[in-house]
């Protein structure tokens, strides 16, 4: 039993459909069952994509899951990813890029280096060349990472080793990436245990890594197996009715579609608490699980109001 706690952060882009309230499912479980609080977080700091995120608290409710503080917002807690940024800065390890994704992606890379890996132009630029640089297009800010791979433990996965780059801090357009708001929000809640997608492990290295460099807390992680669709993709908005409004309208019950992810799981159906009793996490599915809707999606407006 710990003091610590875990969360659910959905970045609020639309509804959420069957895989993300199968992991948010799985959040809600891994803290109950060690006795952490639960949290949620709205990770809306893409200002041209993210909408009221009303319509996905309704979700969660509607499914069973229950928190422990009122969610808090990305968007309101920029003077803290500021702070941080200002913290490496001090250490020396903060330098402006002035790098375009199109020179990032053209750059030439050490013959091991993996794709999309920022490849160090701008790291050591004189003082003159970041001075005409700023003249031409505003500079992000990245990390001078002294490390090209970090070791992570992983509860499902073990130890796991990933790369490391000179990450983003501060986006050109001066908003925080999530690879650094994330590790400063964990910390900030006192958030120890983070369970997410597997799709995200490969970040994971870097989020400790940057996290070691704050002198935070290091997280327990746990990436759960994904949810995919019939042709082995990750399920996506496309795949048709996989939201509960889409479910609703098709017929399907809300209790039914939280007894399906459960019965994915291996846990009993009903009330989340029953499932509360019967989970362990040696029982845990590995592999993902391949969802198909049971029927076609039909047009119509569902059972909770849209976000906005």
Not at 15 to 26: C, K, P, Q, S, Y
Not at 261 to 287: C, H, K, M, N, Y
Request: with cysteine; glycine share 10%; net charge negative.
């Amino acid at each position: 039993m710990t003091s610590g706690a875990g969360r659910f952060a959905p970045s609020p882009t639309g509804d959420l459909h069957v895989g993300n309230l199968r992991t948010a499912i799985l959040a809600w479980l891994f803290a109950r069952s060690t006795g952490r609080r639960f949290l949620l977080r709205v990770e809306d700091l893409d200002p041209e994509r993210s909408r009221p995120e009303t319509g996905q608290l309704l979700d969660l409710t509607a499914v069973g899951l229950t928190w422990d503080a009122a969610p808090v917002r990305q968007s309101e807690r920029t003077s803290l990813y500021l702070e941080a940024i200002g913290r490496l800065a001090a250490d020396g390890l903060v330098y402006e890029c002035f790098c375009t994704r199109s020179e990032i992606a053209d750059a030439p890379r050490a013959p091991h280096a993996p794709p999309g890996a920022y490849p160090g132009t701008c790291r050591n630029l004189s003082e003159d060349d970041r001075a005409r640089r700023r003249k031409l297009r505003p500079a992000a800010l990245r990390l001078r990472s002294g490390v090209a791979e970090f070791t992570v433990t992983d509860l499902l996965h073990g130890a796991y080793t990933g790369p490391v780059d000179d990450l983003v801090l501060l986006r050109n357009d001066g908003v925080p990436p999530y690879n650094l708001a994330v590790v400063v929000d964990d910390a900030a809640q006192g958030i120890d245990q983070v369970v997410r997608g597997g799709d995200l492990l490969a970040s994971a290295p870097r989020q400790a890594y940057l996290a070691s460099l704050l002198d935070l807390p290091p997280v327990e992680y746990v990436h759960v197996p994904l949810v995919l669709n019939p042709r082995g993709q990750r399920l996506a908005k496309r795949d048709g009715a996989i939201t509960l409004a889409a479910l609703a309208g098709a017929g399907m019950e809300t209790a039914g579609v939280r007894d399906l992810i459960l019965d994915s799981l291996g846990l009993p159906a009903g009330p989340l608490d029953d499932a509360l009793t019967a989970f362990s996490v040696a029982q845990l599915p590995r592999e993902p699980w391949v969802f198909e809707a049971p029927f076609p999606a039909k047009p119509g407006p569902g059972v909770f109001p849209a976000p906005g």
